[in-house]
T-cell receptor
C-alpha cells in the first residue's frame, strides 16, 4: 500500500496518559501535515513538517502537544497528559515538496478517545 | 491571509437532480484550489483541482468545478446526483506564490435523497 499510513486507527487513553500517533507519508513525499477533526466539524490545521524541521506549528496548542518528523521513520504527533477535550480524529496528510500544486494525500486517521 | 468559506453546512438534493456545493476563497496572490470528499471513518480523498487554464475542471466520480476569478468562487457541481455521493465535502485553497499550507473550509455535508 503506497498511501499514507496512520497507526493506530483507534487509540484509547485515560486522562493524564500520553498518546503517540504515527504517520508514514506516501513514498517520495517529504512534507507532512497534521490536522484535528471534531465530530461534525471541519479540519483544523495543527502542524506542517518537513524532514527534521517544523515549518509551521501555528495550529498546535502551546502545551502538551508536540510533533516531529525524523530523518528516518514516521512522523509522530505526541500528546502528553491527555484530557477529555483531546478526544478527536487526527489526520495526517503528505505532499511532494517538489510540486506545491499537487494535492495532499490523507491517511484514514487515528481516532483518539480519552476515558 | 488565506481563507475558505463554505456557506452551507448541509445540502439536500434528490437523486438524479444536479447538485452544487458552494465555495469562496481569499488569497493575496493566485490560488491553487482543491475539492476533497470524506466518507465516514475515512480520510479525505482528492476529487479535483484548479491550477491554471480552463476554468471548468473535471474530476473523479463525475464531479466538476468552475473557477470564477471575479467572484473568487470554486463551486463543486455534478449534473446528476447519486445516493452514493452522500458525504462530507471540503474545499481548500493554497496561495501559489507562497510555500504555505493548504487551508480547508469547514465542510459541507451533502445528502442525496433517494
Amino acid at each position: 500500500n503506497a498511501g499514507v499510513m496512520q497507526n493506530p486507527r483507534h487509540l484509547v487513553r485515560r486522562r493524564g496518559q500520553e498518546a503517540r500517533l504515527r504517520c508514514s507519508p506516501m513514498k517520495g513525499h517529504s512534507h507532512v501535515y497534521w490536522y484535528r477533526q471534531l465530530p461534525e466539524e471541519g479540519l483544523k490545521f495543527m502542524v506542517y513538517l518537513q524532514k527534521e524541521n517544523i515549518i509551521d506549528e501555528s495550529g498546535m496548542p502551546k502545551e502538551r502537544f508536540s510533533a516531529e518528523f525524523p530523518k528516518e521513520g514516521p512522523s509522530i504527533l505526541r500528546i502528553q497528559q491527555v484530557v477529555r477535550g483531546d478526544s478527536a480524529a487526527y489526520f495526517c496528510a503528505s505532499s511532494s515538496g517538489q510540486a506545491p500544486n499537487q494535492p495532499q494525500h490523507f491517511g484514514d486517521g487515528t481516532r483518539l478517545s480519552i476515558l | 491571509a488565506q481563507s475558505v468559506a463554505q456557506p452551507e453546512d448541509q445540502v439536500n438534493v434528490a437523486e438524479g437532480n444536479p447538485l452544487t456545493v458552494k465555495c469562496t476563497y481569499s488569497v493575496s496572490g493566485n490560488p491553487y484550489l482543491f475539492w476533497y470528499v470524506q466518507y465516514p471513518n475515512r480520510g479525505l480523498q482528492f476529487l479535483l483541482k484548479y491550477i491554471t487554464g480552463d476554468n471548468l475542471v473535471k474530476g473523479s466520480y463525475g464531479f466538476e468545478a468552475e473557477f470564477n476569478k471575479s467572484q473568487t468562487s470554486f463551486h463543486l457541481k455534478k449534473p446528476s446526483a447519486l445516493v452514493s455521493d452522500s458525504a462530507l465535502y471540503f474545499c481548500a485553497v493554497r496561495d501559489r506564490d507562497r510555500d504555505d499550507k493548504i487551508i480547508f473550509g469547514k465542510g459541507t455535508r451533502l445528502h442525496i435523497l433517494p
